[in-house]
Each structure stands twice: as C-alpha cells, then as structure tokens.
C-alpha cells in the first residue's frame, strides 16, 4: 500500500519503519495541518491508500508545556487533526490518527479497566486537546483513532519511558497502562492493512508499576540505580509537575476484535529491556 505520512516525530518515525519492513511504499511529509488547501495539495501529488497523522504537540521538555501553550497545543492536536480528517474525508482515504491514552484519569466504571467506548475524563491541556478531536474524529468513517501511552522503547532517548524515570529526581508509585513501541507499529501496521476504522486503545494487556520498570532496569541496565519514590498527588504539591498527570489503566477490547494482538505487558517489557540494555552496554 501506499500510505503518505504527516509530520513523523518520535513517534511517527518508529511506525515508517514498521510500515517499509512490512513492505508498503511510505512517503513522509511535512505540512501544516491546519492549512486545508496545503493538505489538500499533498493528498494529490501522493494519491495514498491511506494517511498517518503523526503531527501533534505533546509539550517538549514536557506535557506541562502545553499548559502555557493552549492555542499552539489546541491547533495541531484538534484543529489540525481535524482538517487533516476532513480532506481525507473528502477524497475517501483511510485515516490513522495517533490518540492517547492519557484522555482517561484513575478508576475507571468497569475494575477491568478504560474501554474504547467510554467517555473519557481529560484533565490537563493536553489531554483536553486530544479529547476533543477524539469527540469529533469517531463521527467519521474513514478515521481510526489509535491511543497509546508512555512509550516504552530500546532506543535510549529522552522520550522514551526508561530514560524518564531513570532520570527524574522522584519517581511516583503508580500502576498503569503503556504501550511498549514495537507493539504500537504492530497495531498501526494491523490496523491500516485491515481498514480499522473508531477507536483502539494500543496499550500491552496487563498493568505495569513504575516499581516493575525500575526492578528490570536494575536487573539488566544498572545495578548501582536507585530511585527515590514519591505518591502521584505529591508530584504536584512539592512542584514537581504543574498538573496532575493521567494515570490509567485500559482494555484493548477493539484491537483483538480486529485480530491484532499484543503481548502481555511483563514479556514485552523484559524483552524491550534486554535490548535497550544492549543498546546501552554496546556504546
Ligand atoms: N510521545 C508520546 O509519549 C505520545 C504518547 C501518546 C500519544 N502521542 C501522540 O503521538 C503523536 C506524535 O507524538 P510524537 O511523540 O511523535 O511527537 P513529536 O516527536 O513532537 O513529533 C510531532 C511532529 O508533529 C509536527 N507538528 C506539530 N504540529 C504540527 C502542525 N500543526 N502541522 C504540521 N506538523 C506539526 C512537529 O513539528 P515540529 O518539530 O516543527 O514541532 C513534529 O515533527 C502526537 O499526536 C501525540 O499526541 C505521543
């Protein structure tokens, strides 16, 4: 397939990569998204079979960037993502949009976890943001919305989980959903093959602690770590973070109703460890 990819970050760059192992024909590109005619334009100069939204703004050194930053966070990640829908809309082309699952704060109604149908409870600018393209998005036909949290990676960069918590001064006792990034191009590259269109919550099945994190990186990346533990309503109170941050845990109901399954969270962590320990012990 052909499939033209918009603005790939981090996160966007991961899933081409994917995508060209899986042997499809992808072309990036980066125009503003808020710019219909622009977008327009590069849907006819590609012709793709289907679109990757891999723009967004998540806050940069962190989501409490957003916060101060409203109407840059608010265009890329609603606007944007809206009219980037709406020109493939138009020209019937199958859209994948990069959600999070950071829309959803603590408990959820059912002790299993967040389901894809549920309405979601956003917070922070962000969140909100993100949210409220959601709202919109499901409305279309040609659309799905693929939601994802905490990336955890081999590749030590500063986005990744493992570089996070390693590197913060206290870290919060916390259980929740993340998505170890193999398995979100896993759920991508199933997704655009199979025309999933709706909602689809890509996080590993299973729940993971910081705590769980940290033991593995201990066993296999750094002996000598320790961290220092704090609760997650602390990390406001003594200035940490601006806004409370989403901690959730979720169900990928829609992902194994389209046939994609992803690894239980323990095997797909210790082996994403092992290769970052790898990738760590080899520089
Ligand atoms: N990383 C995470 O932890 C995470 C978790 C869950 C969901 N997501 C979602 O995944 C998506 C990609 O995240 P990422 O981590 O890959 O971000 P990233 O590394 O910051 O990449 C995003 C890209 O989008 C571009 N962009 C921003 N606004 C744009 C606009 N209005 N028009 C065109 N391009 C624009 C950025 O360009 P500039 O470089 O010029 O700013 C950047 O190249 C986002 O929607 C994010 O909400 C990320």
């Not at 259980?175 to 996080?203: C, P, Q």
């Not at 994190?213 to 602390?234: F, R």
Request: hydrophobic share 40%; glycine share 6%.
């Amino acid at each position: 397939m052909k499939i033209l990819v918009f603005s790939p970050g981090y996160v966007g760059k991961k899933i081409v990569t994917g995508l060209q192992n899986a042997g499809h024909d992808i072309e990036s590109i980066k125009v503003e998204i808020t710019d219909l005619n622009a977008v327009h334009a590069a849907l006819d100069a590609s012709h793709p079979d289907a679109v990757l939204n891999g723009a967004g703004r998540r806050g940069i050194p962190n989501v409490d960037w957003c916060e101060t930053n409203q109407i840059s966070t608010m265009r890329s990640n609603t606007i944007g993502a809206l009219i980037l829908a709406q020109a493939c809309f138009e020209k019937n082309i199958h859209m994948v949009h990069l959600g999070t699952g950071c829309v959803f704060y603590g408990e959820s109604p059912d002790p299993a976890g967040w389901k894809e149908s549920d309405h979601a409870n956003p917070q922070a600018v962000y969140s909100r943001t993100k949210y409220a393209a959601d709202l919109i998005l499901t409305e279309l036909p040609n659309v799905a919305i693929v939601r994802f949290r905490m990336p955890i990676d081999s590749e030590p960069t500063p986005e990744n989980l493992i570089n996070k918590l390693v590197k913060y001064p206290k870290i919060i006792d916390v259980r929740n959903s993340v998505t170890v990034l193999d398995d979100l191009v896993t759920a991508v590259v199933g997704i655009i093959e199979k025309r999933g269109v709706g909602v689809f919550h890509a996080v590993n099945p299973g729940v993971m602690a910081h705590r769980d994190l940290m033991k593995l990186y201990t066993e296999l990346v750094d002996p000598n770590h320790i961290s220092d533990w704090i609760t997650a309503d602390a990390l406001v109170s003594t200035g940490l973070a601006k806004r409370i941050r989403s901690n959730n845990i979720m169900q990928n109901i829609r992902l194994r109703e389209l046939g994609i399954e992803l690894r239980p969270i323990d095997i797909a962590l210790r082996d994403v460890m092992e290769k970052y320990a790898r990738a760590v012990h080899s520089v």
